[in-house]
């Protein structure tokens, strides 16, 4: 398998309803980026930080709650209690927050495609914290990645630079 052993799908026969859910996503992500590059503007990295992270808890409390699936909740262990805690920390905490920080200062294009470093990042610490190796092709596409990245925040940086005025050219007749 080129992207290793990712296990089965539980379910396998709706291709269009992934695609179209993939698709939605997309779409979701950008409208947040944008809406994210406007209020950033305005509002202060902590106080959006707080009120987009507060409006997806309430929103997931209460689509759970509505779906009947609040009763249906298992009891976990203190260990997936402490996992969860860690996920909660580091890649939402730290790295969706340091994205919603950057949203103030750089283009939501930019700050959406710096996203796509999440997975090598993960990889790099799945390397030396669980002994998983990625498949040649993985490495291949996070070199590709990489190289976007770069290329990109090349051109984000001369975006940014303030735009010089060229001299005047002075015709001088003889």
Known sequence: SVAGDAGNAPRQDAPLLGAALSFLGAV??????????????DLKAL?????VY??????????TLLSGQGNAMPILSAEA???M?????????IG????????GYLSAAF???VVLGEPILSTVFAVFLLN?????????GSAVILVALFLASRAEVRAMRPKQAEPEQVLVVD
Request: no cysteine; hydrophobic share 60%; proline share 7%.
């Open 28 to 41: 979701a992500v950008a409208v947040y980026y944008i809406i994210g590059r406007k209020l950033r503007a």
């Open 54 to 63: 507060g409006s997806a808890a309430l929103t997931l409390i209460a689509v």
């Open 111 to 113: 700050v959406s495609l």
């Open 132 to 140: 998983e190796l990625p498949q040649p092709l993985q490495l291949v």
């Open 81 to 83: 209690f402490f996992w």
């Open 85 to 93: 805690t860690l996920v909660a920390i580091f890649p939402q905490l």
């Open 47 to 51: 106080p959006y930080i707080w009120l």
């Open 96 to 103: 969706h927050s340091s994205f919603n920080y950057a949203l």
